[in-house]
């Protein structure tokens, strides 16, 4: 009964910042960010693991831009997102995977990020 909820998604202007929410239940795993363009295939974005050292991942693409980050005590991870362009608008999901595996697993229902000009 794993369920990932995401939120915080919205319209911004090119520059501007947001920060993603996703809540998660029924377990605790490894968490990535992943968005898809209109379209466009599904990429990476982030990912955080579930470790003590909670090691990070990103995509070149938003390097420098992003930051991925997880709240242990309330089962979330968030993604803030910096300097964005129109280039970052997508549907961004969560999903989760357990510790060594390469699949993701479990994925949220989406929220849409648009960034105009």
């Known amino acids: 009964q794993v369920q990932l909820v995401e939120s915080g998604g919205g319209l911004v202007q090119a520059g501007g910042s947001l920060r993603l929410s996703c809540a998660v239940s029924?377990?605790?795993?490894?968490m990535g960010w992943f968005r898809q363009a209109p379209g466009k295939e599904r990429e990476f974005v982030a990912s955080?693991?579930?470790?003590?050292?909670?090691?990070?991942q990103y995509a070149d693409s938003v390097k420098g831009r992003f930051t991925i980050s997880r709240d242990n005590a309330k089962n979330t991870v968030y993604l803030q997102m910096n300097s964005l362009t129109p280039e970052d608008t997508a549907v961004y999901y969560c999903?989760?995977?357990?510790?060594?595996?390469?699949?993701?697993?479990?994925w949220g229902q989406g929220t849409q990020v648009t960034v105009s000009s």
């Open positions: 999903a989760a995977r357990r510790p060594f595996s390469e699949r993701y697993e479990y």
């Open positions: 029924g377990g605790r795993f490894s």
């Open positions: 955080i693991t579930w470790t003590i050292t909670s090691n990070t």
